[in-house]
């Protein structure tokens, strides 16, 4: 008896199917970004500038969820307010992502979960703001993203801005080389750190010009390396956070998660609460600035791997 397809669970907007089937570009969004990662009312205007800067930049979005124990590829702006008004949606995974369909409630779908579902789709390059990592303190709590065994395993290219320095960031970039997962950076040489340019970790490579990025992202994936991709692309100068309050938040989101003893899943969304509040919603405009710079860069990858670079 064969096996039925993973596709069998997909729900795929029409346009975006048309888009895939035509080998048009398309760029998912995932979902946890919003029902996790910024507050109410932000988080639907989030969602809904990165549908729009995607658009304007010459591909088709897909914001990624689960509603109704299916995984949608594509909601309609009513599915999107409703999951960033709701108070049960769980962020999902791999791990607990068929439990959390079957279960019948909302959810929504984290870096690793979001790879996951764009490659049964067949997206392949994903804009989120920042990936997770190796947690501060993991020795204690081996506490590692599943968003890196993702990377590991699912040939999709994230855009990110690096990753929060609320994680262990030079223990992110060497379990990245461990896992052979390539960070290319876009116009930098070094790994951001989410709120700030620069991080003092190197990325595998630099790319200054958008066809030779595309190149290398095709390459990788035609040796048959069946991994994701980091494109490190930093905020924009202009809106960084500045270093006074970006120390203090970081500083103050640590403490508050050792206190409130914090574990699993709960952890990043916690510190990303502790951080809006430390940095009087600071932390809120550079994050909203950082991820429409990042959909900006995937539409703009996608169109490339489209004109023959793959
Ligand atoms: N980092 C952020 N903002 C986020 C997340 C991470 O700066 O919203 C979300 C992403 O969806 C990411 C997830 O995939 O948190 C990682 O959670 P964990 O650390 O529990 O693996
Ligand atoms: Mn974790």
């Given at each position: 008896?064969?096996?039925?397809?993973?596709?069998?669970?997909?729900?795929?907007?029409p346009?975006?199917?048309?888009?895939?089937s035509?080998?048009?570009p398309?760029?998912?969004?995932?979902?946890t970004?919003?029902?996790?990662?910024?507050?109410?009312?932000?988080?639907?205007?989030?969602?809904?500038?990165?549908?729009?800067?995607?658009?304007?930049?010459?591909?088709v979005?897909?914001t990624?969820?689960?509603?109704?124990?299916?995984?949608?590829?594509?909601l309609?702006?009513?599915?999107?307010?409703?999951?960033?008004?709701?108070?049960?949606?769980?962020?999902?995974?791999?791990?607990?992502?068929?439990?959390?369909?079957v279960?019948?409630?909302?959810?929504?779908?984290?870096?690793?979960?979001?790879?996951?579902?764009a490659?049964l789709?067949?997206?392949?390059?994903f804009?989120t703001?920042?990936?997770?990592?190796?947690?501060?303190?993991?020795?204690?709590?081996?506490?590692?993203?599943?968003?890196?065994?993702?990377?590991?395993?699912?040939?999709?290219?994230v855009v990110?801005?690096?990753?929060?320095?609320?994680?262990?960031?030079?223990?992110?970039?060497?379990?990245?080389?461990?896992?052979?997962?390539?960070?290319?950076g876009?116009q930098?040489?070094?790994?951001?750190?989410?709120?700030?340019?620069k991080?003092?970790?190197?990325?595998?490579?630099?790319?200054?010009?958008?066809?030779?990025?595309?190149?290398?992202?095709?390459?990788?994936?035609?040796?048959?390396?069946?991994?994701?991709i980091?494109?490190?692309?930093?905020?924009?100068?202009?809106?960084?956070?500045?270093?006074?309050?970006?120390?203090?938040?970081?500083?103050?989101?640590?403490?508050?998660?050792?206190e409130?003893?914090?574990?699993?899943?709960?952890v990043?969304p916690?510190l990303?609460?502790?951080?809006?509040?430390?940095s009087e919603?600071?932390?809120?405009?550079?994050?909203?600035?950082l991820?429409?710079?990042?959909?900006?860069?995937a539409?703009?990858?996608?169109?490339?791997l489209?004109?023959?670079?793959?």
């Amino acid at each position: 008896m064969s096996k039925p397809s993973p596709r069998f669970h997909l729900d795929i907007g029409p346009e975006i199917s048309s888009a895939i089937s035509r080998n048009l570009p398309v760029v998912a969004l995932e979902s946890t970004v919003i029902t996790h990662g910024l507050p109410w009312p932000e988080n639907v205007e989030v969602a809904r500038l990165l549908e729009k800067t995607i658009r304007d930049n010459g591909a088709v979005p897909a914001t990624l969820a689960i509603l109704d124990g299916r995984l949608r590829v594509g909601l309609s702006d009513g599915e999107i307010e409703t999951l960033a008004k709701s108070d049960d949606a769980q962020k999902l995974n791999l791990g607990n992502l068929a439990a959390g369909m079957v279960s019948g409630r909302p959810g929504s779908t984290t870096v690793g979960a979001t790879m996951y579902i764009a490659h049964l789709a067949g997206i392949s390059v994903f804009a989120t703001g920042g990936i997770g990592g190796v947690h501060r303190g993991v020795a204690d709590t081996m506490d590692i993203s599943n968003d890196l065994v993702a990377l590991s395993r699912i040939p999709v290219a994230v855009v990110s801005a690096g990753a929060k320095a609320i994680l262990d960031l030079p223990k992110t970039v060497e379990f990245l080389e461990t896992l052979g997962v390539p960070t290319y950076g876009w116009q930098t040489d070094e790994f951001p750190a989410f709120y700030r340019r620069k991080s003092g970790q190197r990325v595998d490579a630099r790319f200054d010009d958008m066809d030779a990025l595309a190149k290398a992202v095709s390459t990788h994936w035609s040796l048959g390396l069946e991994s994701g991709i980091v494109v490190a692309n930093p905020i924009p100068e202009q809106h960084e956070l500045a270093e006074h309050v970006y120390t203090n938040a970081i500083a103050a989101a640590l403490s508050g998660a050792e206190e409130a003893d914090v574990t699993g899943r709960a952890v990043t969304p916690f510190l990303l609460d502790a951080l809006r509040k430390a940095s009087e919603g600071q932390s809120v405009f550079s994050n909203t600035r950082l991820l429409e710079n990042n959909a900006a860069l995937a539409a703009r990858l996608a169109v490339a791997l489209g004109k023959g670079n793959r």
